[in-house]
């Protein structure tokens, strides 16, 4: 982890770190940026998967297909997490309203985990890999969502995006502080 950043919104810390989204023991639940299958893949569902062990997709085999903006809830495994969120981000340029499917991951992730009584949430940045989402133009519905989500949250206490390159830490960075300042403005 090379340096963190820190936002409280309506008693919810927003929280960027550089890392890998399979690294965060503190978390009660990680998200999965997941296929519709809910099966092992590449990028995040990849190394989830390989740490999690191949009981994970055993859970996950009765839940799919998923839609985009769909998320549900699992065990952890072997992971260091009692839970895991798989949502199914929108393929940008053939999923649409891609904005309105992207921004529906982190809410119903967010509120699934509220639902289930949970005080921390790490997030990947959903369809910004192989689904080809621009990376500052997802961070800023990502930041605009979470920051508006949270204030609402009864459980939720911490959310934890883990970036896992210098330049997706540095565009969440600069998003969050924008988003984080019209937010204080506006109270
Ligand atoms: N920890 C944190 N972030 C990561 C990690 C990691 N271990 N690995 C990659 N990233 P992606 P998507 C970053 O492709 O775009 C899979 O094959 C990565 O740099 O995992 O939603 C699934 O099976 C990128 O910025 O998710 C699906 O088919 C971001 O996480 C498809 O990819 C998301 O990259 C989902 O595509």
């Not at 989830?48 to 699992?74: D, K, W």
């Not at 289930?116 to 192989?130: E, K, M, N, Q």
Request: proline fraction near 7%; aromatic fraction near 4%; hydrophobic fraction near 40%.
């Amino acid at each position: 982890m090379t340096s963190t950043v820190e936002h409280n919104v309506g008693g919810v810390t927003v929280e960027l770190v550089q890392g890998d989204i399979t690294k965060q023991p503190d978390m009660d639940a990680i998200t999965n940026a997941a296929n519709a299958q809910l099966m092992p893949g590449g990028g995040v569902a990849g190394a989830i998967h390989r740490a999690a062990g191949p009981s994970l997709a055993e859970e996950c085999r009765p839940f799919a297909p998923i839609q985009p903006g769909q998320c549900v809830i699992t065990g952890g495994h072997g992971l260091p997490n009692p839970h895991v969120l798989h949502c199914l981000g929108p393929v940008y340029g053939v999923d649409e309203p891609a904005d309105e499917l992207l921004a529906r991951c982190y809410r119903e992730s967010l509120r699934l985990a509220d639902e289930h009584g949970l005080r921390s949430v790490a997030f990947p940045a959903i369809s910004t890999g192989a689904f080809g989402y621009p990376l500052r133009e997802a961070t800023d519905i990502a930041m605009r969502t979470v920051l508006g989500v949270a204030p609402d949250l009864a459980s939720v206490e911490r959310i934890r995006f883990v970036l896992f390159d210098a330049d997706a830490f540095n565009v969440h960075a600069d998003v969050l502080a924008r988003h984080a300042a019209d937010t204080d403005r506006s109270r």
